[in-house]
């Protein structure tokens, strides 16, 4: 059994180690678990692909289909049933087995206890015990009630007269006892053919069963040659793990880091998105300041313009007014009209009290000097240089994680190869030939008493087949030989043949009957038994429940199987759990469950994820000290931008005067209303000098009202957007400078606490790979490794054997024998009866008148048959 022991060592791993060990481990374990809850969850860890473990391939399909000859079998159960319908009595049986454990002692069963329990079985047993004293009784009364009736026929009694009497249904009954000795033999021939047919069965399955030896044989070194392959591959797969933790090492930056780069994110990137906007907005009120000085300056030069140019054709139109033309009476009316609009011909705005912007402009240029964008831009690149920073920092600590996953890789195939399993299980494979080559060599002696046993089986039946000969002979005889004209003392010599066989078969009845319910009755007691105790409990499971009863072996021993194969009968190990589990192909690991005894957890927890692993991880620190969001040089630009004077221009002036027409009255109304005015004229000089400065007043909105129109829009814009972006801007500058200040500290103050966070996350998505490969390692060992379906096949292929195969064709051959040894009752008594109508009678009755009446009387009386020279 030392294969056995390696081969168990082997696949529980972790046979040796501390317990001291598996306590710090879990302490350190629930710590960590404490320590996770306290934080947010992990990042969800990526599922490894092991692959799959090398499977077995098993040949042995441990099913029996009987076919045809299966009917005969439900037949005989239902008659099992019948004679026993109790349910199987597991608990009468514990009982029995507990109150008996030292040895059953006559004394002992007169206490009440087992008189009771005597009483139970007794009942169970009551249909047996019914039919096994009716066999008894028949095989003790058929050879005195043969033999009693032997000497009374030789005393011409009990038929055994040579007489026979004539009546009116004699035909009738001769028709009656042949119908029925023929039927009886029908049915004895039947319970002949279902015996033959359960003895040749055995012979038959006796072949199937070299089958199964061979397939369990085979499955049995499939199972010891693939075990080591399954483990190895177990053992390898370690590197899947390793490599894919290597992998996240290596990456360390870009994971680690970008988790801290993004949990800061949320406050530094918008304290350097509002420096940068502020940076655009130097740019922007730098542009409106130049819009606004250009602007400025061509209202005021364009103004003076405007005004020499009004000036001037208001002069000239006052003149054309004072024409004797005007003095007219129809005329002067129109003419005093014009005149009291001149005056709206004069400039609305003035842009020469606005206040100049060309030193808010001179110190916008100042600090747009000093380049902030760029400087914010170097915040952001210190800042998105985070996992860049990790990996250098943790640099060391990689490369010491790495070694020690390579050790921790080596101490596993090193503890996998401790172990001589190889060869162990090749000496065990090597047993398994050997065993099998011995088992082949009494195939020969099984052949020979298989031979030996259907021999004495068809003898067995030849003495129903005699007796079964002489019946169909003696019909045959009879029949044909009989003759309806003869008298019974002249029938012929064939008929007489016919009688005397059938008598003969009544003897060899006598003879053999008693010995064939002797057979049967020992067969149907001893099978009859075992199939309702041993065979249905097995195949229900019940009789597993028997076994797995706890202290059923001794009272200090719970379960028996555990306590024969690991000496500590306190593991809640079953043989009915076993059984269950390697049925459904599960592994040797979990079907013994062998983790109460060799814990592959500490082995693992010790191993792949240890404390000195563990230490490695924590010693994770980064410091993000070096990280700079703005520089001194973009404060002070952003102060001097404060201070630059754009907040204290005077807005509102200038929308004043921007929101004011260029002109007291629109010019183009104005020559519109003078041209109107000039129509209303007779025609001559006067009509045509005034449509003449209508015209002149056109040209000169086109030449200057227009271009200064077009100037006034382009200083409101820039008027607007410079006012939008110079209110409260000291406040806006001080809010930037406070929020970045507040992100600095984070990251040189409280970053400690985030890189703390998010590295033990990291290493959660670790030590989850790791886990990952400690739970596909026990999940294979429970369902993949070393699977032990061969051991619930020999137990399936001993039940169909034992079962199927030998008990169900014994208890056939004894139901067809017991029914040919109930049938030949009926049969001597039909025999006898209808060997009286074939046999020569030494008298017969005649019949001769009557002395004593006038009429003819016929009376019968005693004859001797007519002598013949030739009979």
Request: glycine letters at 6%; aromatic letters at 10%.
């Amino acid at each position: 059994m030392l294969w056995t022991r390696w081969l168990v060592l082997l696949l529980c791993w972790g046979a040796t180690g501390g317990e001291q060990q598996a306590d710090d481990r879990e302490g350190f374990a629930l710590e960590s678990r404490a320590d996770s809850r306290r934080q947010r969850s992990p990042p969800p860890v990526e599922p490894l692909d092991f692959g799959f473990v090398p499977s077995s391939v098993y040949d042995t399909h441990a099913y029996y289909e009987p076919g045809a000859v299966g009917i005969l079998f439900h037949m005989v159960h239902a008659f099992l049933y019948v004679v026993q319908p109790n349910h199987f009595p597991k608990d009468l049986i514990v009982r029995v087995i507990q109150q008996n454990m030292g040895g059953i002692k006559i004394e002992e069963w007169r206490k009440p206890e087992n008189v009771v329990l005597l009483l139970q079985w007794i009942y169970y047993e009551a249909g047996f015990l019914i039919c096994g004293t009716i066999g008894i009784l028949f095989v003790v009364l058929t050879p005195i009630i043969g033999m009693c009736f032997c000497v009374c026929r030789c005393c011409e009694n009990c038929g055994g007269e040579m007489h026979q009497r004539q009546r009116k249904n004699f035909d009738c009954q001769r028709g009656f006892y042949t119908a029925s000795l023929i039927a009886t033999s029908i049915f004895i021939v039947v319970g002949v053919l279902i015996a033959y047919a359960a003895n040749h069965n055995v012979s038959l399955q006796i072949k199937s069963t070299r089958r199964l030896i061979n397939t369990n044989m085979r499955d049995m070194k499939t199972f010891a040659n693939n075990t080591p392959a399954q483990i190895d591959y177990l053992t390898a797969q370690y590197t899947t793990a390793k490599n894919k933790v290597l992998s996240e090492l290596d990456n360390i930056g870009p994971l680690l880091g970008g988790r801290i780069h993004s949990h800061l994110e949320k406050e530094v990137v918008p304290s350097l998105d509002t420096a940068l906007r502020m940076a655009g907005a130097m740019r922007e009120t730098k542009e409106a300041l130049e819009n606004i000085s250009t602007s400025l300056e061509i209202l005021q030069e364009g103004t003076g313009k405007l005004q020499a140019s009004l000036s001037e054709e208001r002069a000239s139109l006052s003149n054309t007014l004072s024409d004797p033309a005007c003095t007219n009476g129809a005329v002067s009316h129109t003419c005093n009209t014009i005149r009291s609009t001149l005056s709206q011909l004069g400039i609305n705005a003035d842009y020469s009290k606005l206040q100049d912007v060309r030193h808010a402009l001179a110190n916008v240029d100042t600090v747009l000097k000093t380049d902030l964008s760029n400087i914010v831009q170097k915040g952001y690149t210190s800042f998105n240089d985070t996992p860049k920073l990790v990996k250098e920092q943790t640099k060391n600590i990689v490369s010491g994680v790495k070694g020690m996953l390579d050790k921790i890789g080596m101490e596993i195939i090193g503890f996998s190869k401790m172990f001589p399993v190889e060869a162990s299980l090749a000496n065990f494979t090597i047993f398994l030939t050997d065993g099998q080559k011995n088992i082949e060599s009494f195939y020969p002696q099984i052949d020979q008493m298989d031979f030996y046993r259907w021999i004495g089986c068809v003898a067995v039946l030849c003495m129903v087949v005699l007796v079964l000969a002489f019946n169909v002979l003696g019909l045959l005889c009879g029949t044909c030989g009989y003759d309806k004209q003869a008298t019974p003392t002249t029938r012929g010599c064939l008929s007489n043949t016919g009688g005397n066989l059938l008598m003969a078969g009544v003897g060899f009845s006598f003879i053999f009957v008693w010995i064939l319910m002797g057979i049967v009755t020992t067969l149907f007691v001893v099978g009859g038994n075992v199939e309702k105790l041993v065979c249905e409990p097995l195949a229900n499971r019940q009789l597993y429940k028997i076994i797995d009863t706890p202290y059923l072996v001794h009272p200090a021993k719970k379960n028996f199987l555990p306590g024969m194969l690991f000496q500590n009968p306190n593991i809640d190990l079953t043989l009915g759990s076993m059984y269950r589990d390697c049925y459904e192909n599960n592994g040797l690991y979990h079907a013994l469950q062998l983790e109460t005894m060799f814990n592959i957890n500490s082995f693992l927890n010790r191993t792949v994820y240890n404390r000195d692993l563990a230490k490695v991880f924590d010693s994770v620190q980064v410091d993000l000290q070096d990280i700079t969001l703005l520089e001194q040089a973009g404060r002070d630009n952003l102060i001097n931008f404060a201070n630059s004077g754009v907040g204290q221009i005077d807005y509102e002036a200038y929308l004043t005067e921007v929101n004011k027409g260029v002109t007291v009255m629109d010019l183009l109304s104005f020559s519109t209303d003078l041209e109107a005015q000039a129509d209303q004229l007779p025609r001559g000089a006067l009509e045509n000098a005034l449509k003449g400065h209508a015209s002149s007043i056109r040209q000169i909105h086109r030449e200057h009202v227009v271009p200064i129109e077009q100037a006034m829009s382009s200083l409101s814009q820039s008027i607007k957007l410079l006012q939008r972006t110079s209110n409260d801007l000291p406040v806006k500058v001080t809010n930037i400078l406070s929020a970045i200040d507040a992100a600095e500290y984070l990251i040189t103050h409280n970053a400690s606490h985030v890189v703390k966070q998010e590295t033990k996350a990291y290493i959660q998505s670790l030590v989850g790979y790791f886990k990952q490969y400690t739970d596909w390692v026990k999940n294979s060992l429970s369902t993949e490794v070393a699977q032990c379906k061969p051991i619930s096949n020999i137990v399936d292929s001993m039940e169909i054997v034992a079962c199927s195969f030998i008990l169900d064709s014994v208890n056939t051959f004894w139901f067809g024998l017991g029914g040919c040894c109930i049938l030949l009752i009926p049969s001597i008594i039909f025999s006898i009866k209808l060997a009286k109508y074939y046999r020569r009678m030494d008298t017969e009755d005649v019949f001769e008148d009557s002395p004593y009446d006038d009429t003819l009387t016929r009376f019968p009386r005693a004859s001797a048959p007519p002598s013949y020279s030739d009979w």
